[in-house]
């Protein structure tokens, strides 16, 4: 007999996720503009097409080909910042997608009580994210925003890889948001009590375009 009850994250909370793109904003993915690109165009033009921080919607949560989307959605055993620089591995994780997500199943794996876990996002990005006047993939041209009121997070700035991985030529690549504490610090990771439930934890992902 187990001594003690093994707690699951809700797949609510990757409903959340899709939920909060998809019906309540009105922002559309679109490709990157540069400044730089409007060197012919008038003034007024000009003004029309300032860059600027950009919600992404109608999250795909099996994002394919030049598609931006969720990966996977992980609770991971609290870890260096740097276990996240690239994609992680399913069986180290908590829990994590199953192999076909269906709105309103549970991640897949048990999170215990009392022992302390990162919250991290897979995304990838489509050529949003590629910077045509550095030719690369740049970071600082995407962030996310986490809440989780029973966690305590609130509009929290994600953690995000050093660098973009599994980069597909200009087409694509993958980058992981995360959360070591509610405060966006080092932190010592999050801890569920054993009567708690985690219903839906929301992720706001941004690119600048």
């Given amino acids: 007999m187990k001594n003690k009850k093994e707690l699951k994250y809700s797949k609510k ?9 998809t019906m309540v904003f009105s922002f559309t993915i679109g490709v990157m503009v540069n400044d730089v690109a409007y060197h012919d ?4 033009e000009a003004v029309e097409h300032v860059a600027k921080w950009n919600l992404v919607t109608a999250t795909d949560l099996d994002a394919g080909n030049g598609e931006c989307g969720i990966i996977n959605a992980y609770i991971y055993p609290h870890s260096a910042a740097a276990t996240y620089d690239s994609g992680l ?13 269906v709105t309103g ?3 897949e794996g048990e999170t215990p009580f009392n022992t302390a876990f990162d919250i991290v996002v897979e995304y990838q990005f489509n050529d949003t994210a590629y910077n045509t006047t550095s030719s690369d993939w740049d970071i600082t041209l995407v962030k996310a925003y986490y809440n989780e009121s029973q966690l305590s997070i609130s509009s929290q700035l994600a953690e995000k890889s050093s660098d973009f991985f599994d980069q ?3 087409t694509d690549a993958k980058i992981n948001f995360y959360l070591l504490d509610a405060d966006g610090g080092a932190g010592t990771g999050f801890t569920i009590g054993q009567n708690e439930q985690i219903d839906e934890t929301e992720i706001k992902v941004y690119y600048w375009g």
């Avoid at 909370?13 to 939920?19: A, M, N, Q, S, Y």
């Avoid at 165009?41 to 007024?44: L, P, R, S, V």
């Avoid at 591995?89 to 997500?101: I, K, L, P």
């Fill in 105 to 107: 199943e549970e991640l």
């Fill in 168 to 170: 597909d030529g200009t």
């Fill in 13 to 21: 909370t990757i409903l959340g996720i899709c939920l909060v793109a």
């Fill in 41 to 44: 165009a008038t003034i007024e």
């Fill in 89 to 101: 591995v399913e069986g180290s994780a908590f829990e994590h997608f199953d192999a076909s997500f």
